[in-house]
């Protein structure tokens, strides 16, 4: 696609619900990219997909957290027993190299509000 | 561990002014540093991309600079407009490939 498409665009759940946003990056990029921005917060790392590599899962908050990346393009962020302090915008990003020198291209991000 | 740092928070100027936006990290080793614009509610768009072996990057009215040595790095806006309001970030890549983002500095420009 011309850039990076997330959905849903919002999500409103209660607490304790499992929720799942969706990731399509820029076609032909091989590295991609998930971050939460939370309210007034910068924006902090969640977990990074190069190619066939083992994920780089570094920056996920807890167990309840995952993600995969299918056939090397789309992904999802599954965020189980959501809690309130999940409400954030999660955004997700891809590039065409990855790694050191790619230049990174952002979905307008989906944005959870836990009740 | 890598941090960075964006003053000032947040900074309203009148329309036409030339401008600097700064941007600070905390470990030299870095591959590159990327600037981007964030509007209310949306996502952020790529504005510049300096490698590191580069000292500046330039689209349209805007000038990036990289002074590894000293960990810094300003955005420079000439002639700003109303539709340059924004939170301007910057973000560093070290060496675990993930960017390591600012807290961004909120701009206004007023007409």
């Known amino acids: 696609g011309a850039g990076v498409s997330q959905s849903p665009s919002n999500k409103v759940t209660e607490k304790g619900k499992d929720v799942e946003l969706r990731c399509d990056p820029i076609?032909?990029?091989?590295?991609l990219y998930w971050y939460r921005q939370s309210l007034g917060q910068g924006l902090e790392f969640l977990i990074y997909?190069?190619?066939?590599?083992?994920?780089?899962k570094s920056g996920l908050p807890s167990d309840r957290f995952s993600a995969e990346r299918t056939g090397g393009s789309v992904s999802t962020l599954t965020i189980q027993r959501t809690q309130q302090e999940d409400s954030a915008v999660y955004l997700c990003?891809?590039?065409?190299?990855?790694?050191?020198?790619?230049?990174?291209?952002f979905g307008e991000g989906s944005r959870l509000t836990v009740l | 561990k890598q941090e960075v740092t964006q003053i000032p928070a947040a900074l309203s100027v009148p329309e036409g002014e030339n401008l600097v936006l700064n941007c600070s990290f905390t470990?030299?080793?870095?591959?590159?540093l990327q600037w981007f614009r964030q509007d209310p509610g949306k996502g952020l768009t790529s504005l510049l991309l300096?490698?590191?072996?580069?000292r500046e990057q330039t689209s349209g009215r805007l000038n990036a600079s990289l002074d590894k040595s000293s960990g810094r790095s300003t955005l420079y806006i000439a002639a700003s407009q109303p539709g340059d309001s924004a939170t301007y970030l910057c973000?560093?890549?070290?060496?675990?490939?993930?960017?390591?983002f600012g807290q961004g500095t909120r701009l206004t420009i007023n007409p």
């Open positions: 990003a891809s590039s065409r190299t990855g790694g050191s020198t790619g230049e990174l291209f």
């Open positions: 076609s032909g990029h091989t590295a």
């Open positions: 997909f190069q190619g066939n590599s083992a994920p780089d």
């Open positions: 470990d030299s080793a870095i591959y590159n």
């Open positions: 300096i490698q590191s072996s580069q």
């Open positions: 973000a560093v890549t070290p060496g675990a490939q993930k960017l390591v």
